[in-house]
């Protein structure tokens, strides 16, 4: 019995206006991520460092050991940045 013919369905392919814009918004608006995550790190990490060889006198006194939460803080900041970066 011979076999049928396979039709092949063409490719859709999206409207060229409104792609070329998103595309277009998307890759310009990031270049802040990058930057700020790695500052917020920097700053967390520095801010666990400085209170721990000043003792605990620094960074704000009277925030005693929630110093470490203030830095571990800017440390997860640093990471929710990091969910925007492409």
Known sequence: MPKSRIRKKADYTPP??????????????????????LAMFIIGLAWIVVFYVTDGSLPINALHNWNIVVGFGFIAAGFGVSTQWK
Do not use: D, E, H, Y
């Not at 998103?22 to 890759?27: F, N, R, S, V």
């Open 16 to 37: 060229p206006s409104s792609s070329k814009q998103a595309t277009a918004i998307k890759l310009n608006s990031r270049g802040w991520v990058a930057p700020v995550m």
